[in-house]
């Protein structure tokens, strides 16, 4: 597709259960990132990938927290036995390969609204 | 390690009315810097980007932000508001050094357009 592009829009689940949330980069990005927005705190950044490999997880909040990427395209993050504080927008962004610049533009999606109860 | 600081999480105007959105980073380093606008229910989208050269950079919408290197800011600014720039905006800075794929942002500032 023409865009960044995110799965489901919407997941509402119960405290307790498995979430997968997934992305579906511009093609030919080979950085994707995923971020999560909760209200009033603006974009936390959770993990970076470069092709498949993930050379920083750093913002991952707890071991609850995984993501991978398969064949340098789409990528799943899935948070296991969600908690309330999970509530929150993931967001995917991808660019492309940035060499040794500084980032660029990042190009996002719309993102996966998840709420547990 | 750099920082953004967004002051005022809420900004009002009204229809025709300067916008001013503030934005002071900090930064080890030369930055890149980036405002990005949210409409509800949508993903980011690239404003303007400040690379090196020309100091005011002009986006898309009208909209347009000045680096100041003595002020550490890069403020957003646009001379008439219009209902349709309703939105969230977030600015950002690159890192530099290891994690120069890395981009933080503020926390956002919710823009208000009253008729």
């Known amino acids: 597709g023409a865009g960044v592009s995110q799965s489901p829009s919407n997941k509402v689940t119960e405290k307790g259960k498995d979430v997968e949330l997934r992305c579906d980069p511009i093609?030919?990005?080979?950085?994707l990132y995923w971020y999560r927005q909760s209200l009033g705190q603006g974009l936390e950044f959770l993990i970076y990938?470069?092709?498949?490999?993930?050379?920083?997880k750093s913002g991952l909040p707890s071991d609850r927290f995984s993501a991978e990427r398969t064949g340098g395209s789409v990528s799943t993050l899935t948070i296991q036995r969600t908690q309330q504080e999970d509530s929150a927008v993931y967001l995917c962004?991808?660019?492309?390969?940035?060499?040794?610049?500084?980032?660029?533009?990042?190009?996002f999606g719309e993102g996966s609204r998840l709420t547990v109860l | 390690a750099q920082s953004v600081t967004q002051l005022g999480s809420h900004v009002s105007v009204s229809e025709g009315a300067l916008v001013l959105l503030r934005c002071n980073y900090s930064?080890?380093?030369?930055?890149?810097l980036f405002w990005y606008v949210q409409y509800p229910n949508q993903g980011l989208q690239l404003l303007l980007k400040y690379t090196t050269g020309a100091t005011l950079v002009k986006g898309i919408n009208g909209f347009e932000a000045e680096f100041k290197k003595s002020e550490t800011s890069f403020h957003l600014t646009k001379p008439s508001a219009h209902m349709s720039d309703a939105a969230e905006y977030f600015c950002a800075v690159s890192h530099s050094g290891g994690s120069n794929y890395k981009l933080t942002f503020g926390k956002g500032t919710l823009l208000t357009v009253n008729p």
């Open positions: 962004a991808s660019s492309p390969n940035q060499d040794r610049l500084p980032a660029g533009e990042l190009f």
């Open positions: 990938f470069q092709g498949n490999s993930a050379p920083d």
């Open positions: 930064s080890s380093v030369p930055p890149y």
């Open positions: 093609s030919g990005h080979t950085a």
